[in-house]
């Protein structure tokens, strides 16, 4: 499956575009489009918005590699989508370990799905951009649209 057109506006609604280094919720260095810079990442003189996208393809490559290594159970569009946001935000390894991953492996997609609310805190408290980000992959997530086989390209269950 690919990322999708919805998915992208998502995420890149929710990150929004910085041209210089700032700290996001969670206080890690970060810049264009939630790219969390890590050794030997720099950028001095900031990026435009061109860098950022060809960045933010990257790391939304990495975030539906992590979705279709880790899922065994068909998914929509929309609940790709909510996956690939969701691994993006928060990284895959907190998607290889979450409920929402057992629930939805197991086949139990609307609780898998109700996990994602979960996930709206930062420092211990809730987070309003979390929040309404939650509440958008949820809405994806419940796009109404036929299942289209697994999200690791198996078939077969």
């Known amino acids: 499956m690919e990322f999708s057109a919805a998915g992208l506006e998502l995420l890149k609604r929710s990150e ?10 969670a206080g890690l260095p970060t810049i264009g489009y939630g790219h969390r810079l890590l050794h030997p990442d720099s950028f001095p003189n900031g990026m435009d918005e061109p860098q950022a996208a060809e960045i933010l393809a990257a790391d939304v490559r990495d975030a539906a590699a992590a979705v279709l290594r880790f899922v065994k159970v068909p998914l929509t569009q929309g609940q790709f989508d909510a996956l690939v946001d969701f691994t ?45 980000r939650r509440e958008a ?12 086989g697994t999200a690791g390209g198996k078939t077969d269950q």
């Open 88 to 132: 993006f935000n928060l990284g895959w390894v907190r998607l290889s370990d979450s409920t929402l991953l057992k629930f939805l492996n197991i086949g139990h997609y609307e609780e898998a799905g109700e996990q994602i609310l979960l996930w709206d805190r930062a420092g211990g408290k809730e987070n309003a951009g979390l929040k309404a």
């Open 16 to 25: 929004g575009f910085r041209s210089h280094v700032y700290l996001d919720v």
């Open 137 to 148: 992959e949820l809405a994806l997530w419940n796009t109404p649209e036929t299942k289209s």
